[in-house]
């Protein structure tokens, strides 16, 4: 049976954090809240819980295209090549904040994803989420779990979401009400920034 835990976003409680970053050491699926709409996560060292959030989506792994949660910056360049300082100045403007960036992965990457040559990174102005991957050491990987045909109301209530994911998740977050606007999506990898999604982050910081 799945947990449904109420984590209150100004002030987490180190316990309830510590119990959700234990889940997602024994290969858990979480839902929690982020700056945009409710996110589906695991850890992004666990095979089999990445394995198992591919098959809810209907995707093929090393198809899939999820964000890599992170805490702060210094955490981005895991995973990400030596980036020049138009880009770092760009996401040091952004970050934290509602903004997916797409920026070219380097060898450190999990080997799910050494295939990638890119991937989306994030880091939500969220307590909740950035707590969970601070004490967790290392990125969360994710995807929302906004779907384009529901009633809206399954993406921001996270009662709802509890009702509709508990046989599938092991943990839900109830983090209070979530928006129902996914996040900017803005592509860096290029020599251009492209934005591929406009969405709850605001284009002025290009």
Request: glycine share 8%; charged share 25%.
């Amino acid at each position: 049976m799945s947990q449904f835990i109420k984590i209150y976003p100004d002030n987490p409680n180190e316990a309830a954090i510590k119990k959700v970053v234990d889940v997602l050491k024994n290969g858990g699926l979480i839902i929690y809240p982020t700056d945009t709409v409710y996110g589906l996560g695991c850890d992004i060292t666990n095979t089999k819980a990445l394995e198992r959030i591919a098959k809810i989506k209907g995707i093929k792994l090393e198809k899939a295209n999820f964000s890599f949660v992170c805490h702060d910056l210094s955490n981005i360049s895991d995973y990400v090549k030596q980036i020049d300082t138009s880009t770092f100045k760009i996401l040091k403007r952004a970050l934290p904040g509602p903004y997916t960036f797409i920026l070219p992965g380097n060898n450190s990457l999990p080997k799910e994803f050494k295939k990638k040559t890119t991937v989306g990174i994030r880091v939500p102005d969220n307590n909740i989420a950035l707590e969970i991957v601070k004490m967790l050491g290392n990125p969360i990987v994710s995807t929302s779990i906004h779907d384009e045909d529901e009633v809206l109301e399954y993406s921001t209530d996270p009662e709802l979401i509890f009702e509709k994911w508990q046989n599938l998740v092991d943990l839900v977050i109830d983090g209070g009400y979530g928006d129902n606007i996914g996040s900017t999506i803005i592509d860096l990898s290029g020599h251009e920034p492209e934005v591929i999604r406009e969405g709850k982050g605001s284009l002025d910081i290009l």
